[in-house]
């Protein structure tokens, strides 16, 4: 059983940046990712990474304005977001388990944290 526990979520103005963090219990080999749910809208993919911490992934939307990583001392996951935008306020979710974009491939998942971007 793997438990994900997510942090760093605030309120920021937009142009800002944010460092999510999802820390994971247990020491898996497993691919893990960020997905984000804006009011009102389908829970989204945003970034993926693989166990090995190589080929990250990111939706179109925040290619260039995102980074995933992960630091394994720390058994961590991050989200570094860079030039935050209006649009990219949600719930910001990390999961586990695989790596891909479909939400129905990971076995874990955090409970999720506010990520809010003012204009």
């Known amino acids: 059983q793997v438990q994900l526990v997510e942090s760093g979520g605030g309120l920021v103005q937009a142009g800002g940046s944010l460092r999510l963090s999802c820390a994971a219990s247990?020491?898996?080999?497993?691919?893990m990712g960020w997905f984000r749910q804006a009011p009102g809208k389908e829970r989204e993919f945003v970034a993926a990474?693989?166990?090995?911490?190589?080929?990250?992934y990111y939706v179109d939307s925040v290619k260039g304005r995102f980074t995933i990583s992960r630091d394994y001392a720390k058994n961590t996951m991050y989200l570094q977001m860079n030039s935050l935008k209006p649009e990219d306020t949600a719930v910001y979710y990390c999961?586990?388990?695989?790596?891909?974009?479909?939400?129905?491939?990971?076995?874990?998942w955090g409970q999720g944290t506010q990520v809010t971007v003012s204009s």
């Open positions: 990474i693989r166990w090995s911490g190589g080929n990250p």
């Open positions: 999961a586990a388990g695989a790596y891909g974009w479909r939400e129905s491939e990971y076995d874990y």
């Open positions: 247990g020491r898996a080999r497993y691919g």
